[in-house]
């Protein structure tokens, strides 16, 4: 428990002094300097991809679906009428 608070103070004391300290200007410069360059770029958030991953699945089943129907359609027509 000791340990912890001592971990939590530092880690507090570091905190404030980073952001007291130019560190916080250049991240923040950095970061807006990484935004506009993907920005820039071809690019699609997590969301859209997880929907596009999402629908190729779905297209998957149907169409695993679709080609077992048919299969079983050629084997009706290819099973002389009894």
Sequence with gaps: MQQNR???EL???VSA???QSPAKDV?????ALLTSFFGRLDLVTREEFDV???L???SR???GALESRVAELEAK???PNA
């Design 6 to 8: 001592l971990f939590e």
């Design 11 to 13: 880690s507090g004391k």
């Design 17 to 19: 002094l980073l952001a």
């Design 27 to 31: 991240e923040k410069n950095v970061r």
């Design 52 to 54: 596009q991953a999402r």
């Design 56 to 58: 190729l699945a779905r």
């Design 61 to 63: 089943e149907q169409l």
């Design 77 to 79: 027509v290819a099973k």
